[in-house]
């Protein structure tokens, strides 16, 4: 395809089907292929045994680098960001609070609650727009409440959260929404290490390894990766499972019909239209071939999961949605090999929880104007609206 015809995927909105059309027709030219990224040239990883690969290859695509240039910036240090010793060292100290009690008590009472409290929220209305009352809202809450922010101030830390993700797009309105999070959280921090409480803060001010503490800078990091690595990802799966449920009534009445069915649409939904589509990663800072193409020191290649997870050759009719489809040791969604997501377990259990509740709620569910729904975007990926009636 000549340079000029190659989409730019830091830059289009490829929405719908656009960017599955985009991706299928570079699959099927080859495994790797030339595409733009922010108007440079790149590479595009796009088979299902190339990306698996790939992901494995640390030498060769080094996980860290990329994230030194598009988030780290505003976020901080964090394991996301190193390599070898110094990010299993400080994997090690970040997750296990993530793995605690805290947790478990969120998976198995608290994220009901929060979904049935945006459902309250709702009143006597009979129509919203349910990605700005719920989808939008339901894993920004989760956190919240795992970090021990007060009720009365979770609007107020989202709307800081969802800021702070704008960078690179907007890096002044980032920083200062950063800046923001990390005036408010240091008091609490203060108090954590004098007072300890059962809740994600506390484990993180309290974790040690090998005689090592996390300082409140890279605790503040950490949180901070919460947001950009778990509460984005969830929120854009959460909109589009409901997207994709609603954009053909039957599924919804399947899943209304058939509740056994429900964790099949999510590993289907995880599959079909991941909220990651492509991740951005950089080449080693030398010259580097893959799958028989030359890949130029230090260049964009990017992990395009949504066309890996249409693969023909390992997913029958890849383009269809079907909740029957026994796919999920298949996915490429959560990234396999050493970087493998750590928040993937309880990303499943908001999905699945507030599936549960939408449906007990509001089985009437319908979704209008479906035009204004389609998920777009090349890298995360989610519906902006939602308009429903029920």
């Known amino acids: 395809m000549p340079a000029a015809e190659l989409h730019d995927f830091a830059h289009e909105d490829l929405t719908g089907n656009a960017l599955h059309n985009a991706l299928r027709d570079a699959r099927e030219r080859g495994p790797v292929q030339p595409a733009l990224f922010g108007g440079q040239p790149a590479f595009l990883i796009c088979s299902h045994q190339s990306l698996a690969e790939a992901f494995r290859d640390n030498a060769r695509f080094p996980p860290a680098d ?154 503040l990091a950490h949180i901070r990766l919460l947001f950009s690595a778990g509460a984005s990802t969830t929120t854009d799966a959460l909109g589009n499972l409901v997207y994709t449920l609603l954009s053909e009534p039957a599924r919804w009445q399947a899943l209304l019909d058939e509740p056994t069915l429900r964790a099949g649409a999510i590993e289907e939904l995880l599959r079909w ?20 193409t030359e890949i130029p020191p230090a260049t964009f290649c990017l992990f395009a999961i ?58 009437g569910l319908q979704l209008l104007a479906p035009e204004n729904a389609v998920p777009r975007g090349a890298i995360l990926r989610g519906p902006a609206r939602l308009e429903v009636k029920w």
């Open 66 to 219: 990329a994230y030194r240039i598009t988030i780290e910036p505003v976020q901080g240090v964090t394991f996301q960001t190193m390599e070898g010793d110094q990010h299993r060292l400080y994997r090690r100290l970040a997750t296990p609070a993530f793995q605690s009690r805290v947790v478990e008590a969120m998976e198995q009472e608290g994220l009901a609650r929060i979904a049935h409290e945006l459902i309250d929220r709702l009143g006597a209305r009979r129509s919203a727009d349910f990605a700005h009352e719920f989808t939008h809202r339901v894993a920004f809450a989760v956190i919240s409440r795992m970090l021990g922010i007060p009720t009365n101030r979770e609007d107020v830390f989202r709307d800081w959260a969802v800021g702070f993700l704008e960078f690179p797009r907007d890096p002044a309105h980032s920083r200062q929404c950063a800046d923001e999070i990390t005036q408010y959280l240091l008091p609490i921090l203060a108090e954590r290490r004098q007072e300890p409480r059962d809740d994600i803060l506390s484990g993180l001010v309290a974790a040690e390894v090998d005689g090592r503490r996390l300082t409140d800078e890279e605790i």
């Open 273 to 292: 239209e991941t909220p990651v589509a492509i991740l951005p990663r950089l080449s080693a800072p030398r010259a580097v071939v893959f799958h028989d």
């Open 306 to 363: 949504a066309a890996a997870n249409r693969d023909p050759a390992v997913f029958d009719q890849p383009d269809v949605f079907d909740m029957h489809r026994d796919s999920s040791k298949k996915l490429l969604s959560f990234g396999p090999g050493p970087r493998l997501c750590p928040g993937m377990h309880l990303a499943r259990r908001q999905l699945a929880v507030a599936l549960d509740v939408i449906l007990e709620r509001l089985p």
